[in-house]
């Protein structure tokens, strides 16, 4: 049984009530489950909530919420990993265990359904524990600079000041959207970012994080270039 799995507390801060907000006419939440839908890989596409009005939503867009999130693990602090988790062995409890779970965030208006099959594949095709989109850093990492309490600059890595970006390797970053992975590496806690993962390699013009109003506004712009063309 392949399941997607998609977190959406009611508690967020930053962004008040992101999962259900509207983004490109729809409910923010809906991009994800359309996607998941139209990937046609999934078995049950759940979202686990804690948020009454998130869950008749997701139900409205043909997801299942079969259960409310505990208040342990709906808090800006849970980490993703238990919260997986704790669905996986719901399902399991209840006569329905995945073998393959996809964590797909609400906030994820750029997923695309080639995507995540592309990205079981990758898990399929690997010993990895999981599979999860990266895409690249627009500028290498090892040039990055901070500013002191004087807003003077100082690099992070000041044995690079002098070496060309050409003779950098390229570094890539989590794109945030997806993590497929194997049920028993959800329920042993195993971590995702490291060598227990594999990838696929987005495009940066796909890939933005929404964690701010400034983030939200930059990713609104960006949606209705790439719907304009097509």
């Not at 999130?69 to 329905?96: F, K, M, N, S, Y």
């Not at 500013?147 to 390229?170: A, C, I, K």
């Amino acid at each position: 049984m392949r399941v997607a799995i998609i977190p959406a507390r009611g508690g967020s801060k930053r962004i008040p009530r992101k999962n259900i907000k509207a983004f490109g006419g729809r409910p923010m939440i809906a991009w994800s489950i359309l996607e998941a839908q139209e990937s046609g890989c999934f078995d049950q596409i759940l979202v686990s909530t804690d948020d009454d009005e998130i869950a008749d939503v997701a139900k409205d867009l043909g997801a299942d919420v079969p259960f409310r999130r505990p208040e342990a693990l709906a808090d800006d602090q849970t980490p993703t990993v238990p919260v997986i988790a704790h669905a996986v062995q719901w399902l399991a409890d209840h006569g329905t265990p995945p073998e393959e779970v996809c964590c797909l965030y609400a906030a994820a208006p750029f997923v695309q359904a080639a995507d995540l099959l592309r990205g079981l594949e990758a898990l399929r095709n690997s010993d990895a524990a999981y599979a999860f989109p990266v895409t690249s850093f627009p500028f290498p990492i090892q040039r990055a600079v901070r500013l002191n309490s004087d807003h003077r600059v100082e690099m992070f890595y000041p044995e690079h000041s002098q070496t060309r970006s050409q003779d950098l390797p390229e570094a890539y970053h989590d794109a945030g959207q997806f993590y497929w992975g194997h049920a028993r590496a959800w329920l042993e806690g195993l971590p995702v970012i490291g060598p227990n993962s594999t990838s696929i390699i987005l495009p940066r013009y796909r890939v933005q994080d929404i964690d701010t109003p400034e983030d939200w506004d930059r990713a609104e712009r960006l949606f209705q270039v790439l719907q304009a063309e097509g």
